[in-house]
Every structure is written in structure tokens, then in C-alpha cells.
């Protein structure tokens, strides 16, 4: 199985700051990436797919990079919505394997 | 608009059986693959199955090969997951979600003596 590591865990940051959340693969998955966002008590919703395209809906302040093994998420300047937990995904081979969550919190 | 409606979970002692059900609309059903997520309390996003359009082909995480079974019927919009001989570590919020853009809701399974 392809395993999914993000880091850190939990960030600690303010309204207003510039985030980066890190993704990477135990093996290469291509473009099979995708970041989820989830706020308690909610479904997931996709962020972004195929490591960098924007879901419709979503804010341009998200980006998705990367490529491989190593991806990247990035928030350019956090807004008070967007404190939640996101994850990533591997879409390349089942079992469609998740990364363990990163926490954003004020 | 896009709707996947969970329902079946409920509390099951170890050992026992529950079918869970995802009512689908808003969309056509049989053009797409679908899958179940769960997410245990407090913790990660884990796949556990998906089915093809056709319901030809399933796939499983190990963790319930041999105990979960995933089927759909096209002609009702719906989807489902058979899950016997239950254990503690099958407690989990379960997701119905047409890959990735559209979850339910969630319906939650416990599974306590």
C-alpha cells in the first residue's frame, strides 16, 4: 500500500498568514494528489485535484504543488474559514490511501 | 444538485452484521464509480471499497476483505455495503462519495458489547 505522510500535524497560525502544508508518497503516484478540507462536524469537500487544479468554488488563496512523491499545499493568506483539517490523497492505486490530517488552528 | 443520503448504521455487538445504504440523485448514477470512506471518531480518512458503474469489479482495503461487501443497483440509485462480523475497529462515520467531489453526509456505525 502507498503510504501518505503530511506535516506538520497541527499548525498553529493567524488570519492573515501564509501556510504550507507538506504531502509525500512512499512511491511515486504521478498527479493522483488531492487535498480535502474538513471542519468538525462535516464532510470533506476537495480542495483541489490532480495535485493543482481548484475545485469550482474554491478560493485562489489555495494552491496545490508537487510532482513524484513530494506535494505541497499552500493557503496565501488564511482567513478565519479556512481554520480546519486537510488532507491529503493518493488516487494512483487502491486502496486510495489518506494522509493522517494536518490541524490548522488561531 | 447532487445528493448521497446514508442511512442503515446503527449499534452492533462484535460479531454481528449491519447493511448500510446510499440513496443517490441528482446526477446519473450508473456513469460513475463510487466508494466508501470512513472516518473511526476523532481520527483520519480511511477508504474502504469502491464499485465500479457497472458493478462489475470492487476493490476492499485489507482491513475487511472476506467481511464487506459492496454492491449497487443502478436501477434504484442506490448504493450499499454489507459488513459482517463486525469488529470494535469498524466504528466509524461512514461516507457514501462519488470520487472526490461528492460525500454524504455520513451514516455512523458502532459496533460495543
Known amino acids: 500500500d502507498i503510504q501518505m505522510t503530511q506535516s506538520p500535524s497541527s499548525l498553529s497560525a493567524s488570519v492573515g498568514d501564509r501556510v504550507t502544508i507538506t504531502c509525500r508518497a512512499s512511491?511515486?503516484?504521478?498527479?493522483?494528489l488531492n487535498w480535502f478540507k474538513q471542519t468538525p462536524g462535516r464532510a470533506p469537500k476537495l480542495l483541489i485535484y490532480?495535485?493543482?487544479n481548484l475545485e469550482d468554488g474554491v478560493p485562489s488563496r489555495f494552491s496545490g504543488t508537487g510532482s513524484g512523491t513530494h506535494f505541497t499545499l499552500t493557503i496565501s493568506s488564511l482567513q478565519p474559514e479556512d481554520f480546519a483539517t486537510y488532507y491529503c490523497q493518493q488516487g494512483y492505486n487502491t486502496p486510495h490511501t489518506f494522509g493522517q490530517g494536518t490541524k490548522l488552528e488561531i | 444538485e447532487v445528493q448521497l443520503v446514508e442511512s442503515g448504521g446503527d449499534l452492533v455487538q462484535p460479531g454481528g452484521s449491519l447493511r448500510l445504504s446510499c440513496a443517490a440523485s441528482g446526477f446519473q448514477f450508473g456513469n460513475y464509480l463510487m466508494s466508501w470512506v470512513r472516518q473511526a471518531p476523532g481520527k483520519g480518512l480511511e477508504w474502504v471499497a469502491h464499485?465500479?458503474?457497472?458493478?462489475?469489479?470492487?476493490k476492499y482495503v485489507d482491513s475487511v476483505k472476506g467481511r464487506f461487501a459492496i454492491s449497487r443497483d443502478n436501477s434504484k440509485n442506490s448504493l450499499y455495503l454489507q459488513m459482517n462480523s463486525l469488529r470494535a475497529e469498524d466504528t466509524a462515520l461512514y461516507y457514501c462519495?462519488?470520487?472526490?467531489?461528492?460525500w454524504g453526509q455520513g451514516t455512523l456505525v458502532s459496533v460495543s458489547s
Open positions: 512511491q511515486s503516484i504521478s498527479t493522483f
Open positions: 490532480s495535485i493543482s
Open positions: 462519495v462519488i470520487p472526490w467531489g461528492h
Open positions: 464499485i465500479t458503474q457497472d458493478g462489475s469489479e470492487a
